[in-house]
């Protein structure tokens, strides 16, 4: 169970590191004539990836913490819970805001900076469990 959690943490880490280095940042490239087109096509794409690895990862944690409530699997879990605050008052609204309003440079900028907040998150649980499975 450790290896798949490993495995599904280590794919949203790294989908998230391309979603913040390369896909967001090019958010403020595209031409507002063709932003809404181009982040309606983005949203309903990248959910049909995230969601599922997101609900596996949490099912995963839960279940983790329900078997082996140590320290680490706390914070681990922990860690999923803040993802998933920070998916949902942070991130989404920004999107629902660019998906309503359109092209926003100040708006495409704080979806940039408030997503290293679930890179690194996502970045650290991938290290755990990494831990985990080797140790």
């Not at 495409?108 to 469990?129: H, P, Y």
């Amino acid at each position: 169970m450790l290896i798949l959690q490993l495995i599904l943490t280590g794919m949203l880490a790294g989908l998230c590191w391309t979603i913040q280095v390369v896909v967001y940042p090019q958010f403020a490239n595209v031409p507002a004539s063709h932003f809404a087109a181009y982040h309606t096509a983005h949203a309903s794409r990248i959910t049909w990836i995230v969601a599922p690895l997101m609900l596996g990862e949490l099912s995963l944690s839960a279940l983790l913490v329900v078997q082996n409530g140590t320290a680490i699997t706390w914070v681990l879990a922990a860690l999923t819970g803040l993802v998933w605050l920070s998916t949902a008052f942070i991130q989404i609204p920004l999107h629902n805001r660019l998906g309503r309003d359109g092209h926003n440079l100040e708006v495409i900028q704080r979806l940039v900076r408030s997503n290293w907040i679930r890179t690194l998150i996502w970045t650290a649980r991938m290290v755990g469990f990494a831990w985990l499975v080797v140790g």
